[in-house]
């Protein structure tokens, strides 16, 4: 996962716009990290979808404070890429991976047993990346479009973080887990029905968890990342950001007058399953520049669903 400086954001956060705001400062540069080295030495750490993009970059936030990590990914050519670049981040432990697909909780309860066969213990943090989204009309989504959504990042988290407690709650250890959301579950999403359902769901198992294996020393949380360019964003994304006339001016539609860098999104999973954080669980950090609470003073115009997507009028 490349992670370099945005090119409209300068050393001082300089938008490029040439009206003198600007906007939230750069973070500091790749290779520093948020907490002390060897802050997870000694630990593995579980990412779903750690293969590509997102989920990679907090991967790497992990291993570079000496965690032992197991990416796990339903493409076994993600995984290879991943592994060797993962294994080559100063400071990182062990780089493990695993084939599986979430929606399957026989292989997901396999993913399990071949850590603790391996490391000799169940992972102490898992990261719940992987999900599943489109953009389409409500009426457009087909049944199978809804359950494919909805069976990853719902069911496939649900999966995933139930294998992880049951196994902490009977061997009485403490874990945590850091669920990956999106702001549409507070505000419901036009255009991504499934997927605001389902992260919607991953919300309130967040909550819900939270409270029931807290007594057990079992934190769970989740993380809110904003627009995040990177080179695995999906055909469908870049595309729609292109359609809104976003592409390079996306810094200008954002409150920060910059996108985020995954780097920023990595050292907020890694604080968020630190023990720097052990009284912080239940909770939903939004990592994306104040983007989710924009309002305009003025609405602009509404424009429907299909319209944004370039659809043709319904037709049962």
């Not at 370099?4 to 973070?27: E, F, I, M, Q, V």
């Not at 391996?118 to 809804?146: H, I, K």
């Not at 419901?188 to 007594?215: C, I, Q, R, Y």
Request: charged residues 20%.
């Amino acid at each position: 996962m490349t992670d370099t400086a945005h090119p409209n954001s300068g050393s001082n956060g300089s938008n490029g716009r040439g009206d003198g705001l600007p906007g939230l400062p750069a973070p500091p540069p790749p290779g520093t990290a948020a907490l002390p080295a060897g802050t997870y030495a000694g630990q593995l750490v579980l990412v779903t979808g750690g293969g590509t993009g997102l989920g990679r970059a907090v991967a790497a936030e992990f291993a570079r404070l000496g965690a032992d990590l197991l990416i796990a990914s339903r493409n076994e050519e993600h995984l290879r890429a991943a592994r060797e670049e993962l294994a080559a981040v100063p400071g990182a432990g062990r780089v493990a991976v695993a084939v599986c697909d979430i929606r399957d909780h026989g292989r997901v309860a396999g993913v399990f047993d071949e850590a603790e066969a391996a490391a000799g213990r169940t992972p102490d943090v898992l990261v719940n990346n992987a999900a599943a989204n489109f953009p389409c009309p409500a009426e457009d989504l087909s049944p199978n479009g809804w359950r494919a959504v909805v069976d990853i990042t719902l069911t496939g988290t649900w999966f995933m973080t139930r294998e992880f407690g049951r196994r902490h709650l009977a061997a009485g250890t403490p874990g945590s887990v850091v669920s990956v959301g999106a702001s549409y579950a507070w505000t419901g999403g036009p255009g991504f029905a499934a997927s605001a359902a389902a992260k919607a769901g991953v919300k309130s198992l967040v909550e819900t968890l939270a409270v029931e294996w807290g007594p057990y020393g079992i934190r769970v949380n989740g993380l809110v990342p904003g627009l995040f360019p990177h080179e695995d964003m999906t055909g469908a994304i870049r595309d729609g950001m292109e359609r809104a006339g976003q592409g390079t001016a996306a810094d200008r539609r954002q409150p920060a007058l910059r996108t985020g860098l995954p780097r920023e999104l990595g050292w907020a999973a890694t604080f968020l399953a630190s023990p720097y954080a052990r009284f912080i669980t239940g909770h939903t950090l939004v990592v994306d520049g104040a983007n989710w609470q924009r309002r305009a003073v003025v609405n602009p115009e509404a424009v429907p669903v299909r319209t944004q997507l370039g659809r043709e009028p319904f037709r049962r």
